[in-house]
């Protein structure tokens, strides 16, 4: 085969190219849910600043793999792009806003390989690496309400660089070894050296860049929330704030942001929402942002938490609401476009004793992951806890042999060591407007039950 031959051959991607991105950007976007669920649970323990990010070079790891075999220009951002996708179908929390994340991490992955001629040495993978982790502070910081003091700003740098160290390590090094280790065992043939011209490959990442500077901009621009906020659902003085009568002023609180004490300044949310009269059984605040985002906030939890405030970002035709201060950071949304009060109905929960126990989705927040539920009526975006973990919660003595699941016309069954320990099958949360309806379903979308009316233990 001639130069001319090769040279065109590696600049192409093949099917073989193709299915290994799709493949590794399938892992990346599959395993990324659950190294958010570690990250968070070792933030949660350690509090210290940049325990957020310890982990976040495994979300780039994928898109480094994908470059180190193929060493083909565009080979990182196809992936990510794809990695990307599957996140946004599998129901990661941060909405759209995740396809720009990743299309900037493939990016920078394919200009820290480009700008080396020598791709199968260490360096590369480091560069790569680690640019392409942090950037997913700063791409987030577009987005994201920022602190607005010294010591908030701060904490984002240091989240940048404890981004980037991960990034050396577990998207730089690891990625080389593994990828070593795999062509000395020969289970994958990489290219020995990519004939390119480079004046083009420059002409296509600044046509990349141009890409994703312009879907920065897009995103920013169309998932603005509004700017006045509709209150509503179960009130008698519906509304939308600001507004002039409600008399709410806004207040500093400090609070933790990414383990430093960060200041911000808003809107008390618990007096909004109060304004709104709202119904005497009325007991869960439903927000939604403007991307199709929800997220539950018990009227216990408005109540009892001062720092739940409603942060006003820009001014103007520009201005818009973010809100903050949860206890639970996925309660922490962006652009909202509504708040609906909402008379929660429980779940009945009939334990071997005898005794009517309820299912109150408030208690379980922090326990709720988001995923899109093929309903019936159209497939919806819905917050779920393990149906485990609520069973567990209610035992007192042995351990059950079989759960029943009913709804008004269908039951079925599974024994509890189908179910223990099974965080993909979990009950869901649908907001309708009379009240709060429950489902059974995959975290796959599957629905198993709908709607779920009952849970037996025996």
Do not use: C
Not at 94 to 114: K, S, T
Not at 191 to 201: H, V
Not at 288 to 313: H, K, T, W
Not at 349 to 360: A, R, T, V, Y
């Amino acid at each position: 085969m001639s130069e001319e031959n090769k040279s065109t051959q590696l600049r192409h991607f093949t099917t073989r190219d193709l299915l290994i991105m799709a493949v590794l950007a399938a892992l990346g976007g599959v395993t990324s849910t659950y190294i958010n669920a570690v990250n968070d649970a070792v933030h949660a323990a350690l509090g210290t600043p940049g325990a957020s990010q310890w982990a976040a070079g495994f979300h780039v790891l994928w898109i480094v793999l994908s470059m180190g075999i193929l060493r083909k220009l565009g080979a990182g951002t196809i992936t990510g792009i794809l990695k990307g996708v599957v996140e946004l179908m599998s129901g990661n929390s941060h909405g759209v806003i995740i396809l720009l994340v990743d299309l900037v991490a493939g990016l920078l992955v394919d200009f820290g390989f480009f700008i080396f001629s020598q791709k199968k040495r260490l360096l590369p993978y480091i560069v790569a690496g680690g640019l392409a982790t942090a950037s997913n502070v700063l791409v987030f910081q577009i987005f994201a309400t920022l602190p607005q003091n010294i010591l908030g700003m701060t904490a984002i740098i240091l989240l940048f660089f404890v981004a980037l160290f991960s990034g050396l390590i577990f998207a730089g090094i690891l990625p080389y070894l593994l990828v070593n280790t795999l062509s000395k065992a020969g289970v994958v043939k990489i290219p020995e050296k990519t004939i390119q011209k480079r004046n083009i490959g420059w002409w296509i990442l600044l046509g990349i860049s141009i890409i994703a500077a312009s879907t920065a901009v897009f995103l920013r621009i169309n998932l603005q929330g509004p700017q006045r906020i509709q209150i509503e659902g179960a009130v008698e003085n519906p509304y939308a704030f600001p507004d002039d009568d409600s008399q709410v002023e806004q207040v500093s609180r400090e609070m933790d942001y990414r383990g430093v004490m960060t200041e911000y300044r808003g809107y008390p949310l618990f007096p909004i929402v109060q304004y709104a009269n709202p119904n005497q059984n009325a007991d869960t605040l439903l927000i939604e942002a403007s991307d199709g985002y929800a997220f539950l906030i018990s009227f216990e939890e408005l109540e009892n938490n001062p720092n739940i405030l409603m942060v006003q970002e820009g001014k103007g035709n520009n201005a818009s609401f973010d809100i903050v201060g949860p206890k639970s950071s996925k309660a922490w949304v962006r652009n909202v476009s509504r708040l609906s009060i909402i008379e929660a109905e429980g779940l009945s929960i009939l334990i071997p004793s005898g005794e009517n126990k309820q299912f109150d989705p408030d208690n379980w927040v922090s326990d709720m992951d988001s995923t899109q539920i093929s309903l019936p009526n159209g497939s919806k975006k819905l917050q779920g806890v393990p149906v485990w973990k609520v069973i567990q919660a209610n035992l007192s003595g042995e351990q059950p042999n079989t759960i029943i699941f009913r709804s008004e016309s269908e039951s079925f069954e599974l024994s509890w060591t189908e179910i223990q320990n099974n965080d993909d099958l979990r009950i869901f949360s649908i907001i309708e407007e009379d009240g709060i309806a429950f489902t059974l379903a995959e975290m796959s979308g599957e629905v198993r039950i709908y709607p779920l009316k009952e849970i037996i233990i025996e």
